[in-house]
């Protein structure tokens, strides 16, 4: 972000997403066996207020549960 602020322009569009949670295999890596902590978010937030990026859009960080598919659903597509 600081890059894109600085080389782009603080008036870019960012689309801000807290959706990600940890499926299929990620319990294997460490680095993504986890959602996203309300410290990062937090992080990613003043960030952005800091550097005056004020365009695009942010997903709440409870958003994940929202946005998960649902596997056992019948005709899902990722049969």
Do not use: K
């Not at 801000?16 to 066996?33: K, N, V």
């Not at 365009?55 to 990722?78: K, V």
């Amino acid at each position: 972000m600081t890059w894109l602020a600085r080389e782009i322009s603080p008036d870019v569009h960012l689309s801000i997403m807290a959706q990600y949670y940890p499926a299929h295999h990620a319990s294997r890596f460490l680095a993504i066996a986890r959602r996203i902590m309300e410290a990062e978010y937090d992080s990613v937030m003043a960030l952005l207020n800091r550097l005056g990026m004020e365009n695009g859009w942010i997903q709440e960080l409870d958003s994940s549960d929202n946005y998960q598919p649902d596997f056992e659903r019948e005709g899902h597509p990722f049969a």
